[in-house]
């Protein structure tokens, strides 16, 4: 399976909100609800901040959220705040146990 | 709290081999499908493999298919991955993470880096 395509980066000030695409085909994004979105600060771990394309984990501000049109998903994060700038990944189940991630979208707060 | 600690990683030469572990806390184990996710420097993420939790199942990605061993002892709370044959293209951070079956990883460890290189 090819990768999922994300833009590189984005951007946008404090109080903001800005969204983030993650397209594939109707083999992953598009086939099925299992489209996630993982948070990754320089050197630390990634964190699950959105599963099952709209839902959120408990303890992920509601500023976070999630939403799926064919074969693209989305992010979206509302209020930027500062510590919200760093990778974001998406991924999706992609049918026989097989999964496919997105490159990462650099997300920098201005 | 969940916990995830993986270890294991280290410098090693082409062609050699290296077993990571990964001890879990703070949940059923027993219940959890497992994986490894490897992160490139600079790069991103990729899935290596996974575990049902009796084992009875295990996948793995195309590129380490016939190199990686993936095992659990679910008596220790554990997972490792065993990989043999290691290229320059398997540096990377490892990952554990709790799987829900479906490649959503809800919870992840700190990561332990191997690095291939002679």
């Known amino acids: 399976q090819s990768a999922l395509t994300q833009p590189p980066s984005a951007s946008g000030s404090p109080g903001q909100s800005v969204a983030i695409s993650c397209t594939g085909t109707?083999?992953?994004?598009?086939?099925?609800?299992?489209v996630s979105w993982y948070q990754q600060h320089p050197g630390k771990a990634p964190k699950l901040m959105i599963y099952?394309?709209?839902k959120r984990p408990s303890g992920v501000p509601d500023r976070f959220s999630g939403s799926k049109s064919g074969n693209t998903a989305s992010l979206t994060v509302s209020g930027l705040q500062a510590e919200d700038e760093a990778d974001y990944y998406c991924?999706?189940?992609?049918?026989?146990?097989?999964?496919?991630f997105g490159g990462g979208t650099k997300l920098t707060v201005l | 709290e969940v916990q995830l600690v993986e270890s294991g990683g280290g410098l090693v030469q082409p062609g050699g081999s290296l077993r990571l572990s990964c001890v879990a806390s703070?949940?059923?184990?027993?219940?959890?499908?497992m994986s490894w996710v490897r992160q490139a420097p600079g790069k991103g993420l990729k899935w290596v493999a996974n575990?049902?939790?009796?084992?009875?199942?295990?996948f793995f990605a195309d590129s380490v298919r016939g190199r990686f061993t993936i095992s659990r002892d679910n008596a220790k709370n554990s997972l490792y991955l065993q990989m043999n044959n290691l290229r320059a293209e398997d540096t990377a951070v490892y990952y554990c993470?709790?799987?829900?079956?479906?490649?959503?990883?809800?919870?992840w460890g700190q990561g332990t880096l191997v690095t291939v290189s002679s």
């Open positions: 575990i049902k939790p009796d084992e009875t199942q295990k």
């Open positions: 991924n999706s189940y992609a049918g026989s146990n097989n999964v496919v």
């Open positions: 109707n083999s992953d994004v598009g086939g099925y609800n299992y």
């Open positions: 099952e394309v709209n």
């Open positions: 703070g949940f059923k184990f027993t219940n959890n499908w």
């Open positions: 993470a709790r799987d829900n079956g479906w490649h959503t990883y809800d919870f």
